[in-house]
């Protein structure tokens, strides 16, 4: 499994890819990461592309792990918006809890089928897979897990 992420100051963006398998305990490793980047600001959008993530090795805890990751980290990512592209089913249907508990946190995030809705919904000038192409990895801060 793999997550990549990359800043895009002058977009106030943050593009967050996964693929393969990927648990809930890796995803808060890497969102830990970006938020205690030095490149990181609050109001900065998150966008996840979940779109070659396979199977989300998780389940109503995990998810419960990442809502109480997210809650304890609200003073620095409450001016920021998630977008998660997850088309595949099985992730789209651990995406929406996610975003469904997440709610009671505060955090404001929404799962979407396609890049299109996610870019609309964020408001985002720029499209993402012209900024950073999914095969590219140059200037990224690549993790591995």
């Given at each position: ?99 469904t508990?997440s ?23 720029d ?19």
């Amino acid at each position: 499994m793999t997550i990549r992420y990359r800043f895009f100051p002058e977009q106030r963006l943050v593009i967050i890819r996964a693929s393969g398998a990927v648990s809930p305990e890796e995803l808060v490793e890497t969102d830990a990461r970006i938020l205690s980047d030095p490149s990181w600001v609050n109001g900065f959008d998150i966008l996840c592309d979940y779109r070659e993530l396979e199977i989300p090795i998780a389940d109503l805890e995990g998810i419960e792990k990442l809502v109480e990751h997210d809650a304890e980290n609200a003073h620095i990512q409450d001016r920021s918006r998630a977008a998660v592209v997850a088309p595949r089913d099985v992730v789209f249907a651990f995406s929406r809890m996610w975003e469904t508990l997440s709610r009671e946190g505060g955090l404001t995030g929404a799962v979407f089928r396609t890049m299109a809705e996610a870019v609309e919904w964020l408001g985002a000038d720029d499209d993402p897979d012209t900024l950073w192409p999914p095969t590219s990895s140059s200037r990224s801060k690549e993790v591995s897990l």
